[in-house]
């Protein structure tokens, strides 16, 4: 079973999102845009456990506590870099709150011998990946190139104001089971863990 941890993101901002999408996607049309259902915020990939396994990490996730807090969409990006896109984003802010809460996962599980993360977190939404197997990772890879697919697309955005998504409260975060399918990944929610 394939899995990871992330926050789920409000209807409204979706519907947002979605809206922009469907005015800008025609600029990039080779790459693969995230489907309205599956965007969310990771907090831990983790990807392919045992059945045994998955229930660990659900007992692992259970006792940790934070608070709900603020979270707002606004703006865009690529990694690694404008140049050589891998992933175009939307920008997250929402204080150090997000970024200790993707560390207390990271510390919990890291416990079931899943490994560390070994960059900082760095929050943002995906919404498209150039190519066809390339990584989603914000760190440089070994075979980034000069990637033209986000060309005409990052001549679009540069005539733009950037985009305001809205604000929401994250309450709660789950763990995500990921299945690859014709036309994407589908991701089921598998457990909820509450912010106070």
């Known amino acids: 079973m394939r899995v990871f941890i992330a ?3 409000d209807d409204g901002i979706r519907e947002r999102m979605q809206r922009f999408v469907e005015g ?8 693969r845009w995230v489907r309205p259902e599956s965007m969310h915020v990771t907090l831990k990939f983790i990807g392919e456990q045992q059945e045994e396994s998955v229930e660990e990490i659900k007992r692992a996730l259970s006792p940790l506590k934070g608070e709900s807090f ?22 997250i802010e929402a204080g150090s709150q997000l970024a200790k809460l993707a ?19 760095s929050p943002h ?13 914000p760190a440089r890879q070994k075979e980034d190139l000069p990637n033209r697919g986000f060309q005409k697309l990052q001549e679009k955005l540069a005539a733009m104001a950037p985009p305001e998504f809205g604000t929401m409260t994250a309450r709660e975060f789950f763990l995500y089971q990921s299945q690859l399918q014709r036309g994407g990944a589908r991701y089921t929610k598998i457990q909820r863990f509450g912010l106070s």
């Open 103 to 121: 560390m207390a996962v990271d510390q919990a599980v890291s416990a079931l011998g899943i490994p560390k993360e070994d960059h900082a977190y």
């Open 125 to 137: 939404l995906t919404l498209a990946r150039g190519g066809r197997e390339r990584s989603g990772a």
């Open 70 to 91: 603020e979270i707002s969409f606004r703006g865009f990006g690529f990694f690694p870099t404008a140049k050589s896109a891998r992933v175009f984003w939307v920008g």
């Open 24 to 31: 800008v996607s025609g600029f990039a049309s080779e790459a």
């Open 7 to 9: 926050l789920d993101i």
